[in-house]
């Protein structure tokens, strides 16, 4: 419970520095930006979707984990696009 507390916690903080920062340089500093960033913003709400459903269940419940392994899964695919379609133009400019 601990564990996914922090998660959660980091996640957020995450979150929120792209959503500060990240994406409205990238919006502007590239062509083609706004759409890379909502594209990026789908893919943070199917994640925030699972990390709710998770969030109303206990860790012991016997979907926690399948979902868990979702959230990682979607987690995991999000940061790959980042670097490859977002942080790749931010570097350049």
């Known amino acids: 419970r601990d564990a996914f507390r922090r998660l959660v916690r980091l996640l957020a903080v995450h979150e929120t520095a792209e959503e500060e920062v990240l994406h409205p340089f990238a919006r502007k500093s ?23 459903a998770l969030d109303e269940m206990d860790t012991d419940d016997p979907k926690f984990m399948p979902q868990l392994l979702k959230l990682r899964k979607d ?17 350049r400019s």
Not at 36 to 51: C, F, G, I, S, W
Not at 78 to 84: I, L, S
């Open 75 to 91: 987690v995991q695919a999000h940061a790959r696009a980042e670097e490859r379609y977002e942080f790749t133009h931010i570097r």
């Open 30 to 52: 590239f062509p083609g930006g706004e759409q890379v960033v909502k594209e990026r913003l789908a893919e943070e709400k199917a994640a925030k979707e699972t990390l709710a």
